[in-house]
Structures are given as C-alpha cells and as structure tokens.
C-alpha cells in the first residue's frame, strides 16, 4: 500500500504552536528519500497554496507568508517529514495536507488546523 498520513492538527489559539507530522508507509518508502516532500494547504473557498518544500538533500523552500515562523524538516530514518508551525495566526487555518513530488504525486488525507483569535 501507498501512503501518507499526516496527523497532529488541532485547534489552537493565535500565538501558540503545533507540529504537523507527515509518515510515509507501503511502497512510498523509496520515493520518500529520493523525492522532494512538501505541505499545501486549503482554506475553505480558497486555492490549495504551497506552503513549504524540502529536498533529499534537505534544502528548503518556504512560502513568503509563513517565512521564519514554519520549518519543515525530514528524518529519512523515520520515514517521517514534519511542519513545526510556531506564532500561528487565523489566517493559518486550513486542511494541510503532504505530499511527495515526482513524475506521480502522492497526497495525504490532510489534517485540520484551526486558529482562533
């Protein structure tokens, strides 16, 4: 089986923090270390935008809107990539959702984060 499965959204207050993880499980175990990994997110009404990437070789890539509050990282061991989102804002709220890019792009279900004012 093919997949990834985010977990850790929740419903937090502006200010606070969380850490979004993204495993990657079945076939997409070789995929996961050669492929880049990244986060989009969807906000009801709105365009699925990226949010971060990461290469195999660990460069990243973030959107101007999150830029020194997001870091994605990977632990390759783990088969494991991560979002930690620190000084969340309302307009963070959305379904974010990984995936891994490549000539077949493979998505996550996604995971709900909500940020209240």
Known sequence: QVQLVESGGGLVQAGESLRLTCAAS??????????????????????????????????TN??????????????????????????????DTAVYYCINRGPTDYWGQGTQVTVSS
């Open 26 to 59: 079945g076939s997409i175990f070789e995929l996961f270390r050669i492929n880049t990994m990244g986060w989009y997110r969807q906000a009801p009404g709105k365009q699925r935008e990226l949010v971060a990437t990461i290469t195999r070789g660990g460069n």
């Open 62 to 91: 973030y959107a101007d809107s999150v830029k020194g509050r997001f870091t994605i990282s990977r632990d390759s061991a783990k088969n494991t990539v991560y979002l930690q989102m620190n000084s969340l804002k309302p307009e």
